[in-house]
C-alpha cells in the first residue's frame, strides 16, 4: 500500500513511522526541512529551533523517543521559572506547593484568587478535556479568558499569571483565546515534570527522518481521485513530478488542505480557514558564559518587555548542549512582535531582542557572540470563544471526507508535539484499517513513475 503524507513536521512523520512499522511504503513530502521540533548544530552549540521541553504529560511523545532507542538522552530539567516585574526577578520551582506560598510575584489575596481558581478547574474535571468538550465545556468557552478573569477575579491574575502561560503554551494572549483553554492548564501546573534531550529535540525527527523516505522542499500542490481507490498527488520544487498513491495523509496546519484539495464543501473549506494561529520567532543567542544563576524559563509583564514572551536559559537542559564556559538563550517573542518581525529582516528582531533583554539583565547584549532567527508562520493554535465546537464539526466532516484520506497534526485540537504525535499515529491507523496488504495491492499506471 502506498501512502502520501503531506508535510513532513512531527505530526507527518508520527504518520509515516506508524506506517512503515506497519508494512506501507509511505513518502513524505515537505514544502521546506521540517518544523519546530528540529534542532540546529552552531559550532559546539545544539540549539532548538522552537520545541525545546517535554512535559511529563506528554505520554505518547516520551513513547515514541523510547520506541526510537532515545530514552538515555532524557533529561528532567529543575523546572524552575521566573517573573520578572520592574526588574526584580520572583522564581519559583513549577508544582511546588511550599514555593508558592513564599511566592511574592502576588499578594495574599490574590494568592488566594489563585487557589480558589486552581480548586475551581479540579472541580470541573472532564468537563476541561478540550479534546473532547462536553455542553459544560462549550459553555465555558463563550468568553475569553481575559474577560472572565476581570470580571471574577483581578487585573493582577490576568496579567501575572493568565498572560505569561498564553504566551508560552499558547504563544497568545488571553484575550483571544477562552475561559475554558486557561481553565484547562491549570491542573497540569501542581504537578509538572519538565523533561528535555541532551542531543536536542531534533534527534527525534532525525530518527524518524533515517528511517522514512522524506522528500524535502518539495511542495505538495495538489492531491486528486483518479479511481475508486486511488490518487494522485502533484508536487513542484526539489522533486516534482505526479506521484499515484492508495491512501494520502495530510499532516498541513487546515487554513492550507483547501489550496491542495479542489471541490471540497464549501462549509468544510471555510471551518478550515477559520483555524486560527498565531506567528512565532525563536531567537537563539550564544553567549560568552553562563547564565546559570537564573531560572530555566523566565517570562515578563507585556507593559514591561513587548518583544519577548519567554526566554529559556539552555544550560539547565544538561550537558552536552553547550561548550564548556560558554551560555546559550532562546528568546521567544510575543504574537505581536512575531507579526511584526515575520517578513523583516533578521536584525530588527535581534535588535529588538537584546533591547528587551538588556532591559531585564543589564548589559547581556555584550556577551552574546552569535544569534540565529527561526520564523513559524503557523506558531501557535489559538482557541477563541467557539472554537471547540467549529473544531468538533470539523473533525466530523474531515472523517466523513474520504476513507482513504486522514488528517493529523496540532491544528485539530491544540498546539502541542503530543497532539502532533498522537493524531499522526492516529492518521496512520485510520488509513490502514481495511487497507489491503502490501503485496496485493498492485502499482497504478502513472505517466511519471517514482520508485517506493
Known sequence: MRV??????????????????SGAAPVIFEKGEGDRTGSQRVGGFIIDKGAYTIPETHSAFLSLIRELGLSDQLRETPGTSSTFVNGEEHRIKIGSPADFLRYKLLSFGNKTDLVRLYLHARTLGAHLNLHRPTPKTL?????????????????????KIAYPIFADLFLGVPEENSRAAFLAT???????????????????????????EVKDHTPVLGVRKTGAASYRVETGGKYAGSWDVDKVVFAVPPPLVPGLVEGLPEPLARTLDEVRYSPSMVVALGQRRPFVEHSFINTFLRSQVPAIATVIQDQHKGEGRIPEGKGLAAAVLTRDASARWMDRPDAGAVEAVLRDMDSVWSGLSSEVTFSRVYRWPFGGVQLPPGTLARQLRMREQLDALDPNWAF???????????????TGLRAAERVLAGAETPEASAPAASPHPRRW
Do not use: H, W
Not at 5 to 12: D, F, L, R, S
Not at 140 to 159: G, K, N, P
Not at 193 to 209: E, F, Q
Open 186 to 212: 491549570l491542573p497540569n501546573l501542581a504537578r509538572f515534570r519538565i523533561y528535555t534531550l541532551a542531543c536536542g529535540m531534533g534527534m527525534v525527527t532525525g530518527k524518524l527522518r533515517d528511517r522514512l
Open 4 to 21: 502520501a503524507v503531506v508535510g513532513g513536521g512531527i505530526a507527518g512523520l508520527a504518520a509515516g513511522y506508524r506506517l512503515q512499522r
Open 139 to 159: 459553555e465555558l468557552e463563550r468568553e475569553t479568558a481575559r474577560d472572565f478573569l476581570l470580571r471574577d477575579y483581578s487585573e493582577e491574575i490576568l496579567e
Open 408 to 422: 493529523a497534526g496540532d491544528g485539530l485540537y491544540r498546539a502541542s508535539m503530543e497532539v502532533s504525535v498522537r
